[in-house]
């Protein structure tokens, strides 16, 4: 991993040396190459103790995804491409936290769908009225 800053957002981008990378054996078949070799691994990031971000997106943060994000990947079998994946998926967690959500602005039916959910009730009423048994009407 390089020592330039890891980009979130168009306006958030994170130092390298903020994330905690932990490596450890991976789980699962692999034969004597998983027994021996430190595969997987751990991506942390301590959301407080961050300076790359400000006051309200540390709130923001914590508030959507806790004080601490943390990514594994044990996928594949080198170390350093699960790097690379656990600091993906930690960098998008990161990023879905930050998302501010729009707010929803009020809009009235138009007219044409006003008139078309009308005429398939209309539809709909003599599809059933034709079921009916004759005298039944």
């Known amino acids: 991993m390089g020592r330039e800053s890891i980009r979130v957002t168009r306006s958030v981008s994170l130092h390298p040396d903020e994330?905690?990378?932990?490596?450890?054996?991976?789980?699962g078949p692999g034969g004597q190459h998983a027994n021996k070799a430190e595969t997987r691994v751990e991506?942390?990031?301590?959301v407080e103790a961050s300076a790359s971000l400000s006051a309200a997106q540390k709130r923001r943060?914590?508030?959507?995804a806790g004080p601490v994000?943390?990514?594994v990947a044990q996928d594949e079998r080198s170390q350093a491409r699960n790097r690379e994946l656990a600091v993906e998926r930690l960098v998008a967690k990161l990023a879905e936290a930050l998302r501010v959500e729009r707010r929803r602005r009020p809009t009235r039916p138009t007219a044409a769908s006003r008139e078309r959910r009308l005429a398939?009730?209309?539809?709909?009423a003599d599809v059933k009225r034709k079921r009916a048994a004759p005298g039944d009407e």
Do not use: C, G, P
């Open 61 to 64: 943060v914590v508030a959507r």
């Open 120 to 124: 398939e009730k209309r539809r709909r």
């Open 19 to 27: 994330i905690e990378l932990r490596v450890s054996r991976s789980s």
């Open 69 to 71: 994000l943390r990514a």
């Open 43 to 46: 991506a942390v990031f301590d």
